[in-house]
Structure formats: structure tokens, C-alpha cells
């Protein structure tokens, strides 16, 4: 079994900066890709960013010069460096991870979320 947990979210006021984390643990052989989604109220789960093993990213053009996506490979863990947050930034954030298990199997993991609100 494999678990993510976020960690980060809160209230914050626009122009403000916010760091997610995200830990995975459990039975990892390997994680390919890692990223953080968002689903605010009344709309559907939408990509944040995503990150290959290799540091390679990839992210919305609605985030594109205010969120940075890295990883730590050693620590498992995925952060969300978010910048000049805006009210529209308000949703929950999902970690995401694609897992080879120790049995070698490639599995899709969630996390339970994390609330991010930017008001003033």
C-alpha cells in the first residue's frame, strides 16, 4: 500500500506565497511522475503541474511563472512552491504520484487534499 499526504494548505491573502509538500510512503519500488491537481467548488479536477523522475515539468498556463513543482527523489516527497496567489488559486490540491510498487506493480496513487483559500 502506498500513501500521500499533504501538508501546506491555508488561508491566504491575494499576493501572498503558499508551499505545499506531499510525502509518499509505503511499498515504492520507483515513482515516475508526480504532480498536484485542484479542484475548486463547483468545478472539475483540473492539472496544477506535474514532474517526471528526471526533473522534467510540465504545468497550466494559468499557474506558468507563479507555481514551481520539484521533488526530492530520496525523501519521496513533491512540493508546490505557489507565488502572487490569486482568489481564483482557492481550491483543494491533490498530490498525484505513478508508482512502481515492490511487487512491480504500476499503480496510480491520490492524496486526500489539501485546502488552499486566498482572501482577503
Known amino acids: 500500500q502506498v500513501q500521500l499526504v499533504e501538508s501546506g494548505g491555508g488561508l491566504v491573502q491575494p499576493g501572498g506565497s503558499l508551499r505545499l509538500s506531499c510525502a509518499a510512503s509505503g511499498s515504492i519500488f520507483s515513482i515516475y511522475v508526480m504532480g498536484w491537481y485542484r479542484q475548486a467548488p463547483g468545478k472539475q479536477r483540473e492539472l496544477v503541474a506535474v514532474?517526471?523522475?528526471?526533473?522534467?515539468?510540465n504545468s497550466a498556463d494559468s499557474v506558468k511563472g507563479r507555481f514551481t513543482i520539484s521533488r526530492d527523489n530520496p525523501k519521496k516527497t513533491l512540493y508546490l512552491q505557489m507565488n502572487s496567489l490569486k482568489p481564483e488559486d482557492t481550491a483543494v490540491y491533490y498530490c498525484?504520484?505513478?508508482?512502481?510498487?515492490?511487487?512491480?506493480?504500476?499503480?496510480?496513487?491520490w492524496g486526500k487534499g489539501t485546502l488552499v483559500s486566498v482572501s482577503s
Open positions: 514532474i517526471n523522475s528526471g526533473g522534467d515539468t
Open positions: 498525484y504520484a505513478d508508482v512502481s510498487t515492490m511487487s512491480r506493480k504500476r499503480m496510480e496513487y
